[in-house]
Nanobody, 121 residues
């Protein structure tokens, strides 16, 4: 059974920072690209960031470039999303995801249950 478990969400004020974590278990994710998506109320789930297994390939949505940083620790099967200079429009449920290749980063095979991030103005 594949499990992706997110943590680190919360309620913060605009300008603050949060660090999301996603722990993978149940199978090895060797070689897998890991990513983050988000879904605001009434909107579609959008791509936020992705990182290849090696860490050499990284991609961000334009809306978070320069503010968010994705990283991973393969020894811990964990991926992180450091979110700085948060804005109210970053408010959403954030989902961790996994996919076999970087080219498939926007269509993941596995999803976490999501963690709520709320940014107040």
């Amino acid at each position: 059974q594949v499990q992706l478990v997110e943590s680190g969400g919360g309620l913060v004020q605009a300008g603050a920072s949060l660090r999301l974590s996603c722990a993978a278990s149940g199978r090895t994710f060797t070689g897998y690209t890991m990513g983050w998506f988000r879904q605001a109320p009434g909107k579609a789930r959008d791509f936020v960031a992705a990182i290849s297994y090696s860490g050499y390939r990284i991609d961000y949505a334009d809306s978070v470039k320069g503010r968010f940083t994705i990283s991973r620790d393969n020894s811990e099967n964990t991926v992180y999303l450091q979110m700085n200079s948060l804005k109210p429009e970053d408010t959403a449920v954030y989902y961790c995801a996994a996919v076999p290749t970087f080219t498939q980063r926007t269509t993941p095979d596995y999803w976490g249950q999501g963690t709520q991030v709320t940014v107040s103005s």
